[in-house]
């Protein structure tokens, strides 16, 4: 029965995720992440597209480029925040990496590696550089300050260059030293948040939405096919989007839903020739 309802909102909904499609689509910053999700005991891949006042969720079998297919990341023009996915720098046109991503990996690094610095100099530059963009004003960060910070970072990869050609990385941890490489090859991808006032430094947005699909999934939920978790990623997608607008009409706004006559896919869809001579 819950199944079923599942699938019944998905059918009714349509004309909203078109419109949440379109949001995302629309918008010059979009925040995308994915995350698992257990079917049938087979681990799934969920994609997660927000832009704060849309988003969407998107069930695929799994990673790579066959997942962004079909989803508003496949065909976006503006700058995509993430965390460093590799297949999501095939698309838009620039990127922001996550910083709060790279602190961990700092962290991760001060604890692994006592004798260097640069890290422990890095994670202090980029907690500086986040707290001075909360308090930027809307026009963003003054030019001299970005070109302050920059030269920072400039210094602190040199100087982690020089750690590491002193005490080269063992083989036990590379970590350090691939988040090093990681640093001088994407520089622009770690700083971009300074410069355009729209980006933000981190993917806490997506990572917050991803939290609310994998709640659901271990409380309340056990699914058993791809095509359920599907059906369940459009109904998240479109309550997410009514809670966003109005929570306080959020039971109406679903019941509004399930009035509605389920589409009769029996009906072939209008051809563009018919569309035309009707006109």
Sequence with gaps: MISGLCREFSLKSRA?????????????????DGTAARVDGINRHVIVCSNGRATMYFAREGKGHAAVKGTPVEAFGGILVHDHEATFYSYG??????????ERYLR???????????????????????????????EGIAEEKIAGFEARYDAI?????????????????????????????????H????????????????????????????QAISLRSLEHLADFCDCLSVLDHFA??????????????????????????KSESADTGAA
């Design 157 to 189: 990869v040199q100087t982690a260059a020089k750690e590491y050609e002193d005490n080269p990385p063992s083989d036990y941890y590379r970590d350090g030293y691939n988040l090093y490489l990681r640093m001088v090859e994407y520089r622009h991808n």
């Design 16 to 32: 909203e995720q078109d419109r949440l499609f379109k949001a995302l689509l629309d918008a010059p910053v979009m925040h995308v």
């Design 244 to 269: 966003t607008e109005d929570g306080a009409n959020l039971y109406q706004a679903v019941k509004d839903i399930f009035k509605r006559q389920k589409p009769d896919k029996t009906k072939p869809e």
């Design 108 to 138: 991760d690094s001060i604890e692994n590696e006592e004798g260097l610095t640069w890290n422990r100099q890095m994670l202090e530059l980029i907690q500086e550089m986040i707290h001075e963009n909360n308090l930027a004003p809307a």
């Design 191 to 218: 700083l971009l948040f300074l410069s355009n006032p729209l980006v933000a430094p981190d993917n806490n947005l997506c990572e917050r939405k991803a939290r609310v699909l994998k709640g659901k999934i271990n």
């Design 93 to 102: 046109c620039d990127h922001q990496e996550c910083m709060v991503h790279i």
